[in-house]
């Protein structure tokens, strides 16, 4: 079973208000709480067409429902999480990038923390094997996607 921590990256199953049940890809553990019966309630900060509100829990236990975006090897993730994890990657490596943390745990506001100069260049990095990765199973996929692709303008 996975450990989760606040700030890892997640798929969840949710309800959408529009969609019905939809796949949200790159959403960040907001907290953690133990679990007896499952290891851990986890709390992921959810889409804003969310059903069930802005926060949803999840037990630990639930592969169903929720699974860190790389909990599969690059070589076996399909061509939707790979372009989740490429996407993410690229605006993280980006200059000025920064992320969503929750320190003092679901129910407060957030706080954006700047990606260090060394976490950057670790982001490029993983965005150049993600492209690669690709390139060989879904070069159309690639093509679109860098078609379409806009970086963040800051």
């Known amino acids: 079973m996975t450990e989760y921590e606040r700030g890892d990256r997640v798929a969840v199953l949710y309800l959408s208000k529009r969609s019905g049940t939809c796949l949200a890809y790159n959403r960040t ?3 953690v709480e133990a679990d007896d019966a499952h290891g851990q309630r986890v709390w992921v900060n959810m889409p804003g067409d969310a ?3 802005s926060s949803l829990d999840f037990l630990a236990d639930d592969a169903e429902g929720i699974s860190p975006m ?3 090897a690059i070589e076996d993730q399909t061509p939707g999480r790979l372009l989740a994890n490429l996407t993410w990657y690229i605006e993280a490596a980006a200059p000025g990038s920064s992320r969503l943390t929750w320190p003092s745990g679901r129910g407060h ?5 700047m990606f260090t100069e060394k976490a950057r260049a670790l982001h ?3 965005a150049a094997h993600y492209i690669e990765q690709l390139r060989m199973i879904c070069p159309r996929d ?3 996607w860098m078609a379409r692709f806009q970086p963040a303008q800051a």
């Open 70 to 72: 790389e909990a599969e």
């Open 109 to 113: 506001l957030p706080v954006r923390v």
């Open 51 to 53: 059903a069930l509100g």
């Open 29 to 31: 553990v907001t907290d």
């Open 142 to 144: 690639l093509d679109d």
């Open 124 to 126: 490029a990095r993983m």
